[in-house]
């Protein structure tokens, strides 16, 4: 814990105190005196100002409507047919999306269930035979297939599928576009290898991949395939920018959740809430139309297996634990033990999120020792896995089968409440029924009603405690793996549990007890809240239990962000995403951006030299640079605009250059056509190493000025850090010029990029501010975390 | 229609076309040059530059953080301590908000219920009795006498409470604040108000005012009281800003809606999608709190009403029609009935938002005359609604009772699925039991399943038609009424008939249709998606229905979206609110900032003369002013910042002059603290007519530099208008700074405020674009309004 302090506004001198979290008025002055200085002296050695550094391998997005004399033709000859024919195309995209994601979460489903089930029918009718050693061999040799297969293809296909993918689909809605992770090979592999993984009984979820499937599908489509199909590239020339990607992504990721739990409302709600940064009402429309997409294509699907057609798919699969009770009722001597699990949640929610943090710190070390570790690292959890699995339900005694069962008991084949397992006829195995299960039948038995007396204490226990450890360490390997589904299973058995121990004290059957046990984990490992009351709601289709859920929601979520963040974000931050928060950090309303502007600013001039570009572009990594005009071609220095590097690289590539600086016709424009300066594919970047030009033409100029973007968003240098970021992140920038107070001999004095605003370079360049860092009243773990 | 164009980007030499939607290349350069023209001898004659109008009485809001010597060393000295004041107490008001609209809105609907219940039980006893002409009496002269009360209060107490209020709040969240919209003399006026003109019968509804109440019940919990509580004064200091209250009212406002439909989840959506302009997820997360403590204090208190302790309330109030039906099954063939319904439904509610705006011209007309008009009218729609509820059922032949009924038939007393009113025993009339009620139970009695025969085809016609135009011809009266409950019971009615049409062609029963009537004419009105979808979710309890529901949802809001707008959109354009659209019109990106700033630029010097500003302060009526440093005072003219007409306020009433114009210590600013520039409570702001200075005060100079905002957000003249909108409505501004490309002797060229940006003052200043602002692919209906 920081110092606090309370020099409130009522003492005109307060104490210097030289812990406290908050800089006082003569330190800050002094410090801004230091700094002002150090930027005058880098100003006159360098002959350059200040700029941001932007050094991260990984691409930001632009979100800024650029206006140079390329776009603004466009524009204004996108008449009538134009925008209908845009319009109609983001409607047929997201049609698209919404049938493919349902189909593939159908057939992935369809996948699991009929994997997953042959394996189990075999295991359990060798059991039947007593064959008890051979069944063992049978199922772990399939698991350890599976996760093999699933891992052989990600680690040597596409490595970027590995892990849930929610993580990088939310950076990139954020800004940030992690190389790959929307490739056609990162989606066949997610496919291939999250059925893989999930039916190799790993204790890993599939709602997770789905997000990372949708989002690759809405990229792709929205791609419009690839330079053959000439037909489709003129209707999506249009798309062809980042706003409408992120706009596609965005809906996507919510045909995702929608598919994984047939929850269309909450796969909106949860696309709002979680993934997106940038939300407009329009989007909710057209993600709202994708989900009602989803929706209907699963609800024909279902109808079609329905009349068991889709092999051992019949009832299970497509999650939808119906816990209708006509009566429930629940009265005030029902909210302690509610609030209790609500609060115990909260805090197992957030030991899971450090754990699992932990456990990738360690995981990362091995997996960059090479590709055979990472395989060696996931084929010894599943051999971990179905050794727990097949053991741990040989601990449990049989129990007798109630009389008055609402189905066979014990059940023979696969599902079902009652496993047979080892024990004699007329016995079940409580533990087994949890354990020798896909997680989706075992959420569907512990959310069961009228099943009170089935499990036993010692079995929820040591259920609860198995898969909060296995999915903790099932994450980290090298497979398609999501977090959603294990994290709901490890809720359930806390909330039987915590409902056992209430017992007979309250109304509630312990089937709410589970649902309420799944809701507080995942408010406290999660931490969403709309979007996880509506999932919920939409999984068990219950309206009735909604205040309840509303409550441990809330409750879980407080208790657990006091000691730690959200799930996606720690993992984010382990992969070292750069993701922008939407709040500011006090620290940043005390510095302003002339502070963190720094390092020499790269300028080009309106008519600039093409050897000039060149050197810079090789020099540099920036993808940005002001363009000034100076005395010869105007009065005074004056900032005309900014020009991106990647147009940049396309003048280059085509050569129009001039012999001399001087203006000349708009005849160079008219050999570009908008298209030339769309955003380019994944992968399909130019670069400046590609580029090859003669020593007479390096000598030559280029005309700059009708490729500048005119109007940049510019700040004032004394505008607080604070203020500045609230408009690079509402307008979704990836520049932002930073302009002198007094206008002197150069009108720009650096540019501020997503990486200036990030705390941890601030907090590097301002080490001072360093223990106001710890703002939130945000206890942290020191036992714990040295104990790990 | 306007003229449509198709000069693609293929051809390099557009026809001229003067009809066409978009501007041509030459035509533009020429107008723009007049333009120059133009503002260049403004400039010459006045020797100011140009700005934009702000002649509406209506304030605006202002999100923007002001960053000068006042407020900076605030943030500053806001340590640990003083942050967790604020978010606690932040928490504290969301709770106290949820906390009271819950009750509000249990104690509006009791007394509803009983109102209206003794009214209906005293007129079926009489009826009972045969005494038909006395029980008319009664009923219209009570409802006479509720209507007259409401309209009294509202017209005579606070006119402002008069119709729903969700189109003020709207505004209000977009940064218009319409005056003593939220004083508390409009919250009782409302609540009572509202209660009376419900329980009178008239066609109203009471969640449009549920959401006024909590939208008022917010704005006044966060301004903490009057002076007289100091206690609570400092407290309640940091939240004496628009940003908080916006984010209170935001809760406020889905604090109502769970309140008025019991559906926590639709509220916390409804705010989202329909009222609020900012979004940020801790918002979501804040207003989920509040409408949880809604839900909760809800459940409470219907736990003690089931024990029949609140009257006729009983199980009547708080809408919840539980429509569940274990097994709903709808397949491929009960697809087209819906699909039609729904196109239709979307006709019907574009239809009725087009005849509503047109009713309430009309009634503009009327209430313009004086107060004893507007009470005129409200009585006489009494005393017409009152004729045709009694004299309509009439027309219906009695039923003979179903032998099977699951209820007592006919009813005696209130509700029921079987009203008796004139038949003999063992006979009901099918139109009473609809019109003979509340709309609560009307829309129970149409939502109910097993009740497919009950109602004759042409009672249900007759009932849907009387609704439709009844509450069209109820929503303008001076009353607080709201329009939410009218659509769902006119769209139950049209769902029901609908359903009567299909008959036995779909699996599907009339109780169902109803619900999807109802969405589908919610959509074609409201015009929303995701909110309507889970409120109807949570009024039926029945998820089953789901993707049925959404494709309805979308399909009604599609099809009447060709027709016209949203109609609390139109509602807000029929009241003069100039509500900022998100989205940009296509000529927004053809006109720069520099086309659309006009007038006398009013601009400060760094040292102003005391009669200088109180003569602008006087003559104009700007909330803002560019501050402007020249030569003597620095090397060339800078524009150091801008102040506030508020600010300029307090200076001059504390009188802090000089009697040199140069520069001096800080002593000026330690006589002020924050509170003295913080946002004046409602109906408190100072006025320049009310401070009395001297005439040797007049010749003083004022510092303005510690005063000023001094990092302001600009935008270069040559930006285009769509861009400059982006970054003003995403970052909520009042003003925004336009600034030159070359820095010559003004540094800054006007101010932009909301009402530049607005489609209707552009198209006045540039009339060649209004042909292209018929851009959507919209019918009008010519024939409809010449009609009407």
Redesign the interface.
């Known amino acids: 814990m920081?110092a606090?302090?309370?020099?409130?506004?009522a003492s005109?001198e307060?104490a210097v105190d030289e812990e406290?979290?908050?800089?006082?008025?003569p330190l800050?002055a002094q410090y801004q005196q230091t700094l002002r200085l150090r930027r005058s002296q880098s100003n006159t050695t360098s002959q350059v100002a200040i700029v941001g550094s932007n050094v991260c391998p990984i691409e930001s997005l632009d979100y800024?409507?650029i206006?140079n004399d390329i776009f603004?033709?466009?524009?204004?000859?996108?008449?009538?047919?134009?925008?209908?024919q845009y319009t109609f195309m983001k409607w047929i995209l997201c049609f698209l999306i919404g049938l493919i994601v349902g189909l593939l979460g159908f057939f992935t489903n369809l996948a699991v269930e009929n994997i997953a089930g042959v394996k189990f029918v075999i295991t359990s009718n060798m059991m039947l035979a007593r064959k008890f050693v051979a069944a063992f061999l049978v199922f772990a040799s399939s698991n350890l297939g599976l996760t093999l297969f699933a891992s052989l293809i990600t680690a040597f296909v596409a490595p970027e599928s590995a892990g849930s993918g929610i993580p990088e689909v939310k950076a990139y809605l954020n800004g940030v576009d992690a190389p790959a992770i929307f490739s056609f090979r990162t989606l066949i592999v997610k496919i291939v290898g999250s059925i893989c993984a999930v039916s190799s009984s790993l204790n890993v979820g599939k709602a997770g991949p789905m997000v990372h499937i949708g989002s690759c599908i809405a990229a792709i489509v929205g791609q419009g395939g690839s330079k053959k199909f000439r037909l489709t590239w003129k209707w999506l020339r249009l798309f062809k920018n980042d706003r409408d990607r992120r706009d596609l992504v965005t809906c996507g990721s919510a045909a995702g959740i929608a598919a994984a739990f047939r929850a269309?409302?909450g796969g909106?709600?949860f696309a709002?809430?979680e993934m997106s940064s940038w939300?407009?009402?329009?989007l909710?429309?057209r993600s709202?139309?994708t989900?009602?997409v989803v929706?209907?294509v699963l609800?024909?699907l279902i109808?079609v297996c329905l009349r068991g057609e889709c092999g051992l798919f019949g009832k299970g699969g497509l999650i939808m634990y119906d816990v209708?009770s006509a009566n429930i009722s629940y009265?005030?001597r029902d909210v302690p033990p509610v609030l209790l699990l609500a609060v115990l949640g909260g805090i197992v929610g957030s030991l899971y999120n450090l754990l699992l943090n932990k456990v990738l710190q360690i995981y990362n070390v091995i997996n960059k020792k090479g590709i055979s570790f990472r395989i060696i690292l996931a084929c010894s959890i599943s051999i971990f896995t179905s050794c727990l699995l097949f053991g741990l339900p040989w601990t449990a005694s049989c129990r007798a089968c109630p009389s008055d069962a609402s189905e066979p008991c014990p059940t023979i084949g696969r599902s079902g409440n009652y496993k047979k397992f080892q024990c004699p006829p007329g016995f079940y195995n409580d533990l087994a029924s949890l354990f020798f299960n896909t997680n989706d039948d075992a959420i569907k038995n512990l959310f069961s009603k009228n099943s009170d007396a089935e499990f036993h204490h010692s079995s929820m226990l040591i259920f609860f405690a198995t898969c909060f450890f296995l999915s903790i360490f099932s994450y980290g390997i090298v497979a398609p793996t999501g977090i959603f589904v294990p994290v709901i299973v490890t809720g359930a058995a806390y909330g039987r549990f915590i409902g056992m121990l209430v017992g007979s004290n309250s109304n509630l059957n312990h089937g709410l007890f589970a649902v309420l046990g799944s809701a507080s984990l995942l408010g406290g490992s999660m931490r969403m809240?709309?979007s996880l009351?509506?999932i919920i709601?939409?999984l068990t289709?219950n309206?009735?239990l909604?205040?309840l859920i509303?409550?441990v929601l809330?409750i879980s979520?407080t208790v657990a962000d006091a000691f730690n963040g959200n799930i996606y974000d720690l993992i984010m931050a382990l992969k070292g995403l750069p993701y922008l928060e939407?709040?500011t950090e006090?620290y940043m309303?005390?510095l302003t951006v002339g502070d963190v502007v720094m390092g020499p600013l790269q300028i080009f001039h309106g008519f600039e030299k093409v050897s000039n570009v060149v050197h810079v572009l090789k020099t540099t990594r920036h993808n940005g640079f002001p363009v000034i005009d100076e005395p010869p071609n105007?009065?005074?220095p004056?900032l005309f605009g900014l020009i991106l590097r990647a147009h940049l690289l396309t003048l280059l590539k085509s050569k129009a250059f001039l012999r001399t600086p001087t203006q000349v016709d708009r005849d160079a424009i008219?050999q570009f056509?908008?298209e030339d300066f769309g955003k380019k594919g994944l992968g399909h970047g130019d670069k400046i190493e590609d580029i090859e030009l003669s020593e007479e033409e390096m000598e030559m100029y280029i005309d700059l000025h009708p490729f500048t973007n005119?109007?940049p968003?510019?700040?004032?240098e004394?505008?607080?850090l604070?203020?500045a970021l609230?408009?690079f992140r509402?307008?979704g920038l990836r520049h932002l010029l930073v302009i002198p107070?007094?206008?002197g001999r150069v009108?720009v004095v650096g540019i501020l990029t997503r990486h200036d605003f990030m705390p941890q370079h601030i907090l590097n360049l301002h080490p001072i501010f360093v223990e106001s860092r710890w703002?939130k009243?945000r206890f942290r773990l020191p036992q714990l975390s040295k104990l790990v």
């Open positions: 920081s606090s302090l309370s020099n409130g506004l005109p307060p406290s979290a908050v800089l006082h008025e800050l800024e409507i206006e603004k033709p466009d524009w204004r000859s996108m008449g009538m047919i134009e925008l209908y269309p409302v909106v709600l709002l809430e939300w407009r009402s329009s909710l429309w709202f139309f989900t009602a929706a209907i609800r024909a109808d209708t009265h005030l809240t709309v009351c509506v709601l939409e289709n309206l009735l909604l205040p509303m409550i809330l979520k939407a709040h006090p309303r005390q105007s009065v005074s004056v008219v056509s908008v005119t109007s968003y510019t700040v004032v004394t505008m607080s604070a203020k609230i408009l509402q307008v107070k007094v206008s009108p703002k009243l």
